[in-house]
């Protein structure tokens, strides 16, 4: 099944592959909130990115500021981190599940111990340990600025989408225009590709523009980012940071 974070509705849609039909499978569309709960009772307020461990869920709940997981087997909602009864409870704040806070989040992927979140407002990249809900900052001086570096040394300009090759992350960084890499052993940020100004040139590593990057996906051989502010699909060769324009 393909699984839909609905933000406008704030539902979580489940479409089946090999019908075509959709269905509500968390949230409610009439109901905006947060609360926990089995399918329909549970409440989300803008949902947004969305990964799997191939048995839950996991989403951000951007406007509820928090991550919250779904088992797929039974709907069954909880909220993994974050604040987990009162709406608009932003900042930022490293801690374990309830007394951590996120501002905006938006972009999520996993490597199947570990979550990853782009915390859009907050420029940071923050990880959570799943088995406990413990969250840190991985990577991000949380100044919206630009800079290559280790862990909080580096800086983003409002993260966007991210994801993995189970080896190292892939931000977009949207205000940075640029698309960064980041090595999970040991928390060193580069620049994969873009330029840092707006544009839409194709090429390679730095050579590359982008506007407002945002949705990014890995599909075993290269990168796909939703170049936003210039409605294109991009497509980046990983190994050799080469840019050009997959559709649009």
């Known amino acids: 099944n393909l699984y839909v974070s609905d933000a406008s509705n704030n539902t979580i849609r489940k479409i089946e592959m ?5 269905t509500t499978f968390a949230g409610n569309p ?10 329909t009772s549970a409440r989300f307020q803008v949902p947004f990115g969305m990964t799997s461990d191939g ?25 993994l981190a974050g604040p987990e009864t009162s709406s608009y409870t932003l900042g930022f704040a490293d801690g374990t599940g309830p007394a951590a806070r996120f501002n905006r989040p938006q972009g999520i992927t996993t490597d199947g111990t570990n979550l990853y979140v782009a915390d859009h407002h907050n420029h940071r990249i923050r990880k959570i340990v799943i088995s406990t809900g413990v969250v840190t900052t991985f990577a ?14 580096a800086s ?4 966007f989408g ?17 698309i960064r890499k980041i090595v999970i052993s040991t928390g060193v940020v580069t620049t994969l590709a873009g330029s840092g100004s707006s544009g839409s ?16 996906i890995f599909n075993g051989i290269n990168l796909y980012v939703a170049d936003r502010n210039n409605n294109k699909i991009r497509k980046i060769v990983i190994s050799t940071g080469e840019v050009t324009t997959f559709a649009g």
Do not use: E
């Open 140 to 153: 991000g001086s949380g100044t919206g600025t630009f800079a290559n570096g280790t862990g909080t040394a």
């Open 156 to 159: 983003f300009n409002t993260p």
């Open 30 to 39: 009439g109901s905006s909130g947060i609360s926990d709960g089995t399918g």
């Open 18 to 22: 090999s019908t075509g039909v959709v």
């Open 55 to 79: 048995t839950n869920l996991y989403v951000v709940d951007m406007w509820n500021h928090n991550i919250r997981k779904i088992v797929i087997s039974s709907g069954a909602v909880t909220t």
């Open 201 to 216: 040139a194709d090429g390679r590593g730095t050579i590359a523009s982008f506007d407002g990057p945002g949705g990014i």
């Open 162 to 178: 991210m994801t993995t090759d189970g080896t190292n992350l892939y931000v977009a960084d949207s205000s940075n225009k640029r």
